[in-house]
C-alpha cells in the first residue's frame, strides 16, 4: 500500500513495474542526437492524416500500441489508461485511444502529464485498485502552435527563450511488481507556483521555480542529497530553464543537482545545429525521452535511479488574451532499475 514519507512524498511499497515502453517521434526529432533509441521516426508530419490533431491522436496510437506490444499484454488486459496532450479536451489522446476499448483518464498537466500520468498510474495499482495501467501523453509542433501561438504560415519571429514542440508520443505500461523490469518507487505531487512570468515564450523560467519546489520537497522528505541519485531529470525546461532551475535551488535550499541533472528539453535536439533555441518542450518532449533512452538505460540498469520531475506550464490560449500570467506545476516520479 502506498505510503506517506514526510510531507509530501508517497513511498510505494510494492514498487510497481515497467514492462512495456515506446516512445515515437517526428523527422526533426529523429534528426536529433535520441535517434538511435525512438522505436519509431515518422518522416510524414501528418502521418498520413488530414489534419494535424488527427496525427497527433495517431502519434499517441502507435505509442501505446509498440508499449503494450513489448508488455505481451492486449488492451482487454489493462485497467486504465491515463492520458493526456496540449490540445483543448484532450483530443490528441482521447481520439487517439478511443478504439483501444480500455478504461481511460484524461489528464491535462501540460508538458508535465508524462510524469502525473506515471504517478497516478503506479500509486493505484500500488494500493490495489489496479493490477495494470497505461500511461501516455503526446504533442505534435504543428497543432500546439495552431492552438496556442499563430498559424504556422505566419512565420513568427521566436526569441532566444523560446522553445520548439516536440513533434512525439511516449507510453509506458505498468504492473504490479514483475521481476526484472524498471520500478516506480515513490511519486510526489507537485505545488502550483506562480511568480508572475506572463512572455509565452518564455516556458522554462514559467516551470523553473515549480521545479525546484518539487525537487526540494522530495529530498526533504526522503533525507535525500542529489548524490543519491544517477539522474535528475527534469522536463522540459530547455537551456533557460534549467538554468534558472538550478541557480534557484541554490539559492532558495543550497542544493546544487549541476552534477546529476539533466533536462529532456536539452536532449532530444542538438541545440548547436537544429536551430530550436532554449530546446524542446510539449508533452511528447519528456514522454518520448523518457519512454525511450532513460527507462531503456534503467533496464539495461546503466542507469540504477533516477528522478524524473516533469514541468508544465498552466496556460491557456484564453488565459494569454485576457492578461493571465503563466503558473508551472511540477511532478516527480523514482524510478529504479530494480
Not at 16 to 28: E, Q, R, Y
Not at 85 to 90: E, K, S, T, V
Not at 310 to 323: I, V
Request: aromatic letters at 6%.
Amino acid at each position: 500500500m502506498p505510503k506517506r514519507i514526510g510531507r509530501y512524498t508517497i513511498y510505494l511499497q510494492n514498487r510497481p513495474s515497467i514492462t512495456g515502453n515506446a516512445a515515437v517521434v517526428g523527422k526533426k526529432e529523429g534528426e536529433g542526437p535520441l535517434s538511435q533509441e525512438f522505436d519509431k521516426i515518422h518522416d510524414d508530419e501528418f502521418l498520413g492524416k488530414e489534419t494535424f490533431e488527427k496525427a497527433e491522436s495517431e502519434l499517441v496510437k502507435d505509442a501505446v500500441t509498440r508499449a503494450l506490444s513489448k508488455a505481451d499484454e492486449t488492451p482487454e488486459d489493462i485497467d486504465c489508461c491515463f492520458s493526456g496532450d496540449l490540445l483543448n479536451q484532450c483530443i490528441g489522446s482521447s481520439f487517439g485511444l478511443r478504439e483501444f476499448g480500455m478504461p481511460f483518464s484524461g489528464l491535462y498537466g501540460a508538458c508535465s502529464t508524462m510524469a502525473l500520468s506515471l504517478a497516478l498510474s503506479a500509486t493505484l495499482i500500488d494500493s490495489g485498485a489496479l493490477e495494470s495501467a497505461v500511461a501516455s501523453t503526446s504533442s505534435h509542433f504543428c497543432s500546439a502552435e495552431r492552438q496556442y501561438r499563430n498559424p504556422l504560415e505566419y512565420g513568427g519571429q521566436r526569441p532566444p527563450a523560446a522553445q520548439w514542440t516536440v513533434t512525439g508520443a511516449g507510453a509506458a505500461v505498468l504492473k504490479n511488481s514483475v521481476p526484472d523490469n524498471p520500478r516506480v518507487n515513490a511519486v510526489i505531487f507537485g505545488k502550483i507556483r506562480d511568480l508572475g512570468i506572463t512572455d509565452t515564450n518564455n516556458m522554462g523560467a514559467a516551470m523553473a521555480p515549480a521545479a525546484a519546489e518539487t525537487i526540494s520537497a522530495f529530498l526533504n522528505d526522503t533525507h535525500t542529497v542529489p548524490s543519491d541519485f544517477d539522474l535528475i531529470l527534469t522536463g522540459d525546461l530547455g537551456k533557460v530553464g534549467s538554468d534558472i532551475l538550478k541557480e534557484l535551488l541554490i539559492k532558495e535550499n543550497n542544493i546544487d543537482i549541476s552534477k546529476v541533472h539533466n533536462d529532456c528539453g536539452t536532449m532530444i535536439y542538438d541545440l548547436d545545429t537544429q536551430d530550436v533555441h532554449s530546446g524542446g518542450s510539449g508533452c511528447g518532449c519528456s514522454a518520448s525521452v523518457l519512454c525511450s533512452y532513460i527507462i531503456n538505460k534503467l533496464r539495461k540498469k546503466e542507469l540504477k535511479r533516477v528522478l524524473f520531475v516533469g514541468t508544465g506550464a498552466l496556460l491557456s490560449p484564453t488565459s494569454s488574451l485576457q492578461g493571465e500570467s503563466v503558473p508551472g506545476i511540477a511532478h516527480g516520479v523514482l524510478l529504479t532499475s530494480d
